[in-house]
């Protein structure tokens, strides 16, 4: 009963909402409205498991008095912090939550992915090498979609933005079709099998 | 160390340093570099140029980017905000990203400030609530999409600065889907398939997108089939859109993408200069490890070392 409850009502939903999606008719649409509200009631949820979870690993780090134990506590701080500011004293344009997140959180994260440009184009130098024939295809359009898609592509050759307009719109899009069609087949699959109760980890990884 | 040997060597810490200098050197030196305006963005623009003000209906704006990817995504909402505002269309903004409410709001006040600095008039002006409207963030991203095509305000009964969404007069007349002429996605991420896949294949909305340079060859199959209407393709894509506004009148000046598409031109020529010398250096050192051990050691001129 532990088991076959859950599947059962796994079945039952998955159907429903499969056959809602073709019938266009009112008492479907109210259905489908009320189920879209409990989703959207049943997400919020992960905000709080998040937190928790969060919250768990860096205590856990604080207590064991690691090196890194101060990174934790200022984590914890920030969140707390945050979360306090942003209740009690507003969220708007002129608060100080929004202060402190366009003038500290945002420089920060900005500064977080600039670091990548440095580590990319380290790593572009040292690995981009024509080792072979197909390596060589790869960096021969690497370099016609790089300067293709700059402004200077169109001043070095008109031809330039064109082709590296058709390698994103001919072999490019070839690809990602292939993955695109790959991918919504797995889902369908995926969600068959959890449909029809082959796929059972949602249940806690037993059987 | 002979100088082709020397150029599979450079030392990291001096192309950090090139970096560096290429990266600033356009915000010391002026110049300018012509765009050339890549299709699927003119017709975004094109789209929203040729929008009715009268029609009542709203273009809806999903912020949902994160102060990370902020220097390409930012430009285009202030952009998209300012041609909309210029042209009277009424906008709402919503995000599904917890990250993006903040530069949401950023993005709609200094478009909002910069408008109203130099109205007449209150017609003039854009006033919120009246017309532009920012709901908020909303987790359950796909059942929201889903329950926005039936009523927005079901999904967001109150407003960022916790109106009762229906109390405001924009909102008086945007229901649902219906009533929006085109939602533009500003991402970073996935989030542009979940509208195609929810509120484009149901409720038939139309779409464009805003998406970082990497995310965007993903989205190339939905231009060509007419499921996005338009896309802003990464930095100089933002940079295109400024010109395009600034070719038709909308502003004097173009913005923040311009200057940085300068950096990131230069930038690209660093790299792509670095690969070349790279790719010199290693077919020259190659050649003359060929030759070197010819004879005498068969299993490294084979490129294996036993």
């Known amino acids: 009963?532990?088991?076959?409850?859950?599947l059962g009502l796994c079945l039952l939903m998955g159907l429903l909402m499969m056959g809602q999606f073709f019938i266009p008719h009112p008492v479907s649409t109210k259905f489908n409205t009320l189920i879209n509200k409990w989703v959207i009631v049943i997400s919020a949820f992960a905000l709080?498991?998040?937190?928790?979870?969060?919250?768990?690993?860096?205590?856990?780090?604080?207590?064991?008095s690691g090196p890194n134990r101060f990174y934790s506590l200022v984590t914890l701080l920030s969140m707390l912090g945050m979360a306090i500011i942003g209740i009690f004293f507003g969220i708007d344009e002129k608060s100080l939550y929004q202060k402190i997140f366009i003038h500290i959180l945002t420089p920060l994260g900005a500064?977080?992915?600039?670091?990548?440009?440095?580590?990319?184009?380290?790593?572009a130098y040292r690995a981009f090498r024509a080792r072979s024939i197909e390596a060589g295809l790869l960096l021969g359009s690497a370099f016609v979609?790089?300067?293709?898609?700059?402004?200077?592509?169109?001043?070095?050759?008109?031809i330039i933005p064109g082709l590296a307009e058709w390698l994103m719109k001919v072999p490019?899009?070839?690809?990602?079709?292939?993955?695109?069609?790959?991918?919504?087949?797995?889902?369908?699959?995926?969600?068959?099998k959890i449909i029809l109760g082959i796929e059972r980890s949602w249940l806690g990884g037993r059987d | 160390m002979d100088l082709f040997s020397g150029f599979t060597r450079i030392d990291r810490r001096l192309i950090y340093l090139l970096l560096t200098l290429f990266v600033i050197l356009p915000f010391f030196v002026k110049f300018r570099i012509p765009?050339?305006?890549?299709?699927?963005?003119?017709?975004?623009?094109?789209?929203?140029?040729?929008?009715?003000?009268?029609?009542?209906?709203?273009?809806?704006?999903?912020?949902?980017?994160?102060?990370?990817?902020?220097?390409?995504?930012?430009?285009?909402?202030?952009?998209?905000?300012?041609h909309c505002f210029k042209k009277k269309i009424p906008v709402i903004g919503v995000s599904f990203d917890p990250q993006a409410p903040g530069l949401a709001i950023e993005a709609f006040n200094w478009v909002a400030n910069k408008i109203n600095s130099i109205a007449r008039s209150s017609s003039d002006s854009i006033i919120y609530g009246r017309d532009y409207v920012y709901l908020g963030w909303k987790s359950g991203r796909i059942a929201a999409l889903l329950e926005m095509g039936e009523k927005i305000s079901n999904v967001f009964p109150k407003d960022y600065?916790?109106?009762?969404?229906?109390?405001?007069?924009?909102?008086?007349?945007?229901?649902?889907?219906?009533?929006?002429?085109?939602?533009?996605?500003?991402?970073?991420?996935?989030?542009?398939?979940?509208?195609?896949?929810?509120?484009?294949?149901?409720?038939?909305?139309k779409l464009g997108a805003g998406l970082t340079a990497v995310m965007a060859p993903k989205y190339y199959p939905f231009l060509q089939t007419g499921q996005l209407s338009g896309m802003i393709?990464?930095?100089?894509?933002?940079?295109?859109?400024?010109?395009?506004?600034?070719?038709?009148?909308?502003?004097?000046?173009?913005?923040?993408?311009?200057?940085?598409?300068?950096?990131?031109?230069?930038v690209h020529l660093l790299i792509i200069g670095l690969i070349i010398i790279g790719n010199v250096g290693y077919l020259a050192t190659k050649k003359k490890d060929k030759k070197m051990f010819k004879g005498t050691q068969p299993s490294r001129q084979k490129g294996r070392i036993s």
């Open chain 1, 111 to 123: 500064t977080m992915f600039a670091l990548l440009a440095y580590y990319m184009s380290s790593a």
């Open chain 2, 161 to 205: 600065y916790n109106n009762y969404t229906d109390s405001l007069s924009l909102m008086k007349k945007i229901k649902n889907y219906r009533d929006i002429s085109i939602a533009i996605i500003l991402a970073a991420a996935d989030y542009p398939q979940e509208w195609l896949m929810y509120a484009q294949a149901r409720h038939g909305l």
């Open chain 1, 172 to 192: 490019n899009m070839a690809s990602q079709r292939g993955i695109l069609f790959g991918v919504a087949f797995g889902a369908v699959a995926t969600a068959l």
């Open chain 2, 35 to 82: 765009q050339n305006i890549m299709p699927q963005t003119k017709n975004l623009f094109e789209f929203i140029e040729n929008l009715n003000p009268t029609s009542e209906k709203a273009v809806l704006l999903s912020i949902d980017y994160t102060p990370q990817t902020m220097p390409e995504c930012h430009p285009m909402a202030l952009s998209l905000l300012t």
């Open chain 1, 1 to 6: 009963m532990k088991r076959k409850l859950p």
């Open chain 2, 233 to 266: 393709s990464g930095m100089k894509g933002a940079a295109e859109y400024e010109n395009l506004l600034l070719r038709y009148g909308y502003t004097e000046t173009t913005g923040k993408a311009e200057i940085g598409m300068n950096s990131q031109t230069l």
């Open chain 1, 48 to 64: 709080v498991l998040g937190i928790g979870n969060l919250s768990r690993h860096h205590i856990q780090i604080i207590q064991r």
């Open chain 1, 145 to 158: 979609v790089m300067i293709g898609f700059m402004p200077i592509g169109q001043l070095i050759h008109p």
